[in-house]
């Protein structure tokens, strides 16, 4: 079983950047896909990003696409979501999930197993 934990989070200007970190530990980090949720007062959970456990497949929400790059260093257990150019409507608290499903770079919430604790990201107009 893999435990993780976010951290990066924090206030920004919009139009700034913020790279998130997820760092996995009790099994390594390749055995898993990984994916980014965010979660808005209010709303429901949304899907952000993932990335397969080889970093060859990703996938994106279109309303991050060009704005903001998932990566993962298996060799750190760890994966970064960065994220430039951001707007007040990302505001949210940021959640990386693990799936075992590990070829995929999946946007569906019910194929992760594994989740943080969240961290939050606040993006002031």
């Known amino acids: 079983q893999v435990q993780l934990v976010e951290s990066g989070g924090g206030l920004v200007q919009a139009g700034g950047s913020l790279r998130l970190s997820c760092a996995a530990s009790?099994?390594?980090?390749?055995?898993?896909?990984m994916g980014w949720f965010r979660q808005a007062p209010g709303k429901e959970r949304e899907f952000v990003a993932a990335?397969?456990?080889?970093?060859?497949?990703?996938t994106y929400v279109d309303s991050v696409k060009g704005r903001i790059t998932i990566t993962r260093d298996n060799a750190k257990n760890t994966v970064y979501l960065q994220m430039n150019s951001l707007k007040p409507e990302d505001t949210a608290v940021y959640y990386c999930?693990?799936?075992?499903?590990?070829?995929?770079?999946?946007?569906?919430?019910?194929?992760?197993?594994?989740w943080g604790q969240g961290t939050q990201v606040t993006v002031s107009s």
């Open positions: 990335i397969n456990w080889s970093g060859g497949s990703t």
């Open positions: 999930a693990a799936s075992i499903l590990r070829s995929l770079s999946s946007r569906e919430t019910n194929r992760y197993s594994f």
């Open positions: 009790g099994r390594t980090l390749s055995s898993y896909a």
